[in-house]
């Protein structure tokens, strides 16, 4: 965070937009946080190089019965660059109904020919880019076209496809391969695997099978290597008879005739995989099944299961075999850097690890043992497919490990896309999956060096990739975890507590999950850095409140009767077992009661709190005022509002009935005449009959009704003061988040002194809801104006794409995904790669330890997104970074390192230079891997597998080497 700060200073003093973008800039609704999920399910995923040779980089492809509400031509299947999904060709163009893509897999139709590879989809669905299809179509990056013309495709439902040459180095060409469930042509039989040579769909063999019967699918394996049998193709599924024999769920096809392959199996086969279990070493590989499998002939199995050649073999799992429980892809991933180690099979499907209850869905397998790719507190993964993906090609980006279905969040929030983030799934994009509650800019160590950051509370299992259960921070560039212990967050709050913090401490109120799967309602301070829990038992609490906290404020007092410090409001009666109704004041040690606090016939509840002092003259000073759904306070008659001097309760106004929401203390004419005034929504009856409702101002003699509609009555949930444009010429206004907006729409308005104007409106596929405001300050001391943050449950807001989270304001840039770390040898190239939005209009300026780059030649992109030097050396060694512009402001991206430590460019094992490969090397590479040493010129010496890091694959290099000498 330091680091961050010292380059926001340095970008208060420079500024690399060119003078051409520092046009007209207006506030506006920010994608930042947008909704970057697919809803339904995802089947298949492929990545995919629609140009070839082209400039574009591959694309991740997912396809299935997904995509999104805002936008139709995503149905089916959608194009996954890094940042958004976007259209291929169109898709379903509605939403999927019955119809759905199965599989993806790419084929050159006309193998040596000049027509390059093309993106083939298959499924159970007629019509996809307006191009009507009978269940198997072809993308060529421009359009989708039928597989088989004049009605003579496959007609029924394709479970997988794959590409395969029937007779290896024969004159045949590959074709590619389809099963599952239809007829071919005008067969008006039913078949379960056919072939595509290019021109016409055939039949497999014989063709002979059940109507009720399924191929799921198929793999290519060569049993025996480099010997003479060649390759064969093998089909897995719920069939019992092919080609007029019987045949137990699985079969191989030789290019002659299918036959079983050892015992059969048992039950249905969902997947085949190929796996080579110890990569470059002599094995051979092998064929995988998983499926809800029991047994092959006397053997008994356990969804999951191996053929050695002769039999099927019994591998243990942690997965239960009874009950519905089943393996339905196996997929072989470099789990490298997902932290999983070598190549593994990758397992997903409806299941998890029992007894130990470690993984929801997913598991590794790497030959020995099984791991699980999860957690119990992580969303449930019913995983179809898996995916490696890496968005910035050669550049230091890791790739990231997909998991594509249903991923299901608490809250029963689901999504299709999930991907590891080294300790769970989390889905894409940088907003938040379920409802955010509470928004509040808070700055952990006062006047230090670390910039102020956005927290967000709700009930969450984490915010942008990030797994923070109930609360995270934003800190302008991406979501940092808390580790609170808290599951659902309700209110935030800043709260003086001299003898504790020299600044203003942080209070959470929410639930804590408790032994024997109970919750305890409490409040925790965020002080210095260190959770403490808000008791007079201290950490040995465990129902601290005995109902929902619903607000907190952060008094100041004035060192007359109001006391300073926390206050908690909510639907309690008691706090630490003492009585407190509806409302309770921290006093350091002990929570205590305000009078007798608050009361109703039906279930009273404190949900707003704010400080003000109506009268700056008047010797009583500061009140705190609170609204809620109340009707009586300390035993007066005082409706849903009343103050708290001190000492007792009190009307504000002659209002005796009703209900109050939140409240906001504002001058809405500055230096002008209008009097500070405390703004309020909701429904208030008055001494003398009259009632007023929706938005209401008190100004400290009269109430006023400033926005009022037919019921249902806007419904204010947090308010905010705001300057949309900075130092420009807008002023500084009140900011509403409402509900029941002109009827029944959530969204955000604005006070102008006399109207309310609607500055954007919440969308979701379901009910949105908007619950929290803040303004934060992305860039602290920088150049850029604040943003004003939305919270809820919505996946858009005013038009733009938002998950739960939103930003209003000039529309400054972001950095979506910042260039990666390299590690390159002396004459090797080296990319960096930036991902930035914010306008159409970016303008981008390299640097290397703070000084701009320029295009020479061997250096080029300097002002492009992306940054390209060739033939590095180590004078290139440094920090790169870049400044994103636009007319409303710059950004600057996090560091990235370029190290080039390796003078030779090959390794020969001698890593300690004394001429010689001996036991010397040996200790000194092992003292390198044990120290994860990257950036040492020993690692070029003995890194034999060149991934620029020294590991197990380096092992049989380097005795190798020392055999050799």
Known sequence: MALRSTFLAALCCINFAPQELMGQCDPGWSDQFRFNDLLGGVESFLVFDEDGPGPRDPCLFAA?????????SLYGIARWDGMRWTSVGGGFGVEPG??????????????????????????????????????????DGAEWTSVGVGGQGLAGIVYDLIVFDEDGAGPMTKCLFGCGQFEVGDSHYCRMVARWDGINWTVVGSGEGTCHSNAYSLAVLDEDGTGPLGAALYAGGDFSW????????????????????????????????????????????????????????DTALNHFTRWNGAAWE?????????????????????????????PSLTAGGWFRFDPRHESNGVGVWNG??????????????????????????????????????????QNYVSYSVGTWNGEDWVSLGKGIKSEVTSLISFDSDGEGPQAAELYAGGNFSGAGGVVSPGVARWNGYEWRPISLGMHAINAMCKFPEPAVCAHDCLAVAGYRRIEGGEYSSEVAALRDQSWIRLSSQGEAAEFVFDGEIRCLAGVQGDGRALSPGLYAGGSFSTVDGAPCAGIAHWTGTAWTNLGEGVSSDYYPSVTAMVEWDEDESDPGGARLFVAGYFETAGGIQTGGIARWDGYSWSRVGDVVGGHAGAMIVYDDDTEGPHPRSLYTSGYLTMEDGVTLWGILRWNGAEWDQIYNDEDPFVQVTAYAVFDEDGEGAAPIALYALAENIDGYQFGLLRWDGTDWLIVGIATRRFTPTVRALAVFDEDGAGPNASGLFVGGLFDAFGGQSAEGIARYGLKTPYIWQSPGSLWKRDGESALFDVQADGSENLAYQWRRDGVPLADDGRVVGAQSSRLRIAAVNPADQGDYDVIVSNACGQVAS???RLDVPCLAGRADGDINLDGRVNALDLQVFVSTVLNDDRSADRVCRADFSGDRRLGFEDVSGLIDALLDR
């Open 64 to 72: 299935g019965y997904c995509g999104t509400p805002s936008n139709s």
């Open 98 to 139: 019955w119809s759905r893509i199965r599989t993806l897999e790419v084929f050159d139709e006309d193998g040596e020919g000049g027509a390059p590879p093309r993106l083939f989809a298959a499924g159970d669905f007629g019509r996809i880019g307006g191009t009507f299809v009978d269940d198997v179509a072809r993308w």
């Open 242 to 297: 092919m080609d007029g024999m019987e045949i137990q769920r699985i079969a191989r096809w030789n290019g002659q005739a299918w036959t079983q392959v050892g015992a059969g199996l048992s039950s249905e086969v969902k997947s085949l995989c190929v796996f080579d279990m110890d990569g470059h070493y002599p094995g051979l590989a092998r064929l995988f099944a998983a499926g809800h499998l029991t047994s092959s002939g």
């Open 314 to 342: 019994e591998i243990e799992t942690p997965i239960p075999l009874s009950g519905l429980s089943e393996i339905q892809v196996l997929k072989v991933l470099d789990h490298v850097a997902a932290g999983f180690g070598s």
């Open 368 to 409: 020995n043992e099984w791991s699980a790719m999860g957690s119990a507190d992580g969303p449930y993964v019913y995983a179809k497919d898996f995916v490696s993906f890496d968005d910035d090609g050669e550049g230091g980006r890791p790739p990231r490990v997909l998991a594509g279905g249903y991923l299901d969040e």
């Open 894 to 896: 996090r560091p990235a």
